[in-house]
């Protein structure tokens, strides 16, 4: 009889399944610090976090990153028409959105979407809600999904988890460096700073050594670098959602969320034309549609429309 696997496994393999180039050196760090993985029992709100020894999560938190995954991905066919419209007029975003007769349905849609997923933030457990009926259910089998598109997504919910779950072990690498030199209280990394340093650590870890892998498998660096990017960018549109508003401005423990938006999504090296650029800035547009600010914005390209809209959201 198979053994089953340990969470702790589970993680590890979640892991290397999401940044093959680094599955050494993944298994190398998983041994030396022996953490664990724990599963607490589903709760209201987001459960993920880490001590010196170990990784805490629930499995709602888990569903909620695929609900918000599968939903937000639908930000492109509300707002790539608009920005598509804006990048080659030079017009506002706002202008463009006002000249989308078609958009009105599609984002009323989208937000209910949205909210339907944060819902989920507010329940004790996963079946208190209803799942949407064109949403699958969470998997770990791909196969399973009956089309590309649900594929596509699955990429890259499994790469925006990769990306929380990496952030969370840094945690476990920095606080464990302080156990072990028993660093005083007050010379220890502000939380704040250290969560700015998690989530840098877990983008860097992510991107780095991706030209290994590209050659390997017959990928450019740039077509590696563009998923990558569009994994982690989903990842800080799930974090946004998890963050309690009144913590949007930063607090003792946590960095503003627009700062922490730039760390994960700014600075890539991408081509001005790359699909990340697109479903990065459809992203940030619908953060701010949901808010409802105004979008008086112009960009000759969709890079410079990411780089404003981010600035805006700091």
Partial sequence: MASVPSDRTIVLHLLRGAVPERADDLSRLWREHGHEVEIAPSAHGSTMNA?????????????FFWLLGFSAWRAIEVYAPALTLATATGITLEAALNI??????????????????????????????????????????????????DKAVFDL??????????????????????????????????????EMACDTWARNFMTTGIDAYAQSHDH?????EQKRAMGIALAAVIIHAMTPL?????SDDYPPIGDRLEA??????????????????????ALMRQDGRRLDYTGSSFREFVMTLLAELR
């Fill in 51 to 63: 001590t010196s020894k170990r990784i805490k999560f629930d499995t709602k938190t888990i569903d």
């Fill in 100 to 149: 989308d007769n078609e958009r009105g349905q599609f984002e009323q849609d989208y937000k209910h979407r949205i909210s339907s997923a944060k819902s989920l933030l507010n329940a004790a457990a996963t079946f208190e809600i209803e799942w949407p009926e064109d949403i699958p259910q969470p998997t770990a089998d791909r196969e399973s999904l009956s089309n590309g598109q």
């Fill in 157 to 194: 919910v499994a790469l925006a988890l990769a990306f929380a779950l990496l952030h969370e072990f840094k945690h476990v690498q920095a606080r464990a460096v302080e156990a072990a030199e028993q660093t005083p209280e007050d010379d220890r990394q502000a939380a704040a700073e250290e």
């Fill in 220 to 224: 450019t660096y740039g077509q590696v």
């Fill in 246 to 250: 009144h913590a949007h401005w930063g």
């Fill in 264 to 285: 994960m999504i700014g600075g890539y090296n991408l081509p001005d034309a790359s699909a990340f650029w697109v479903f990065t800035a459809c992203l940030l547009i």
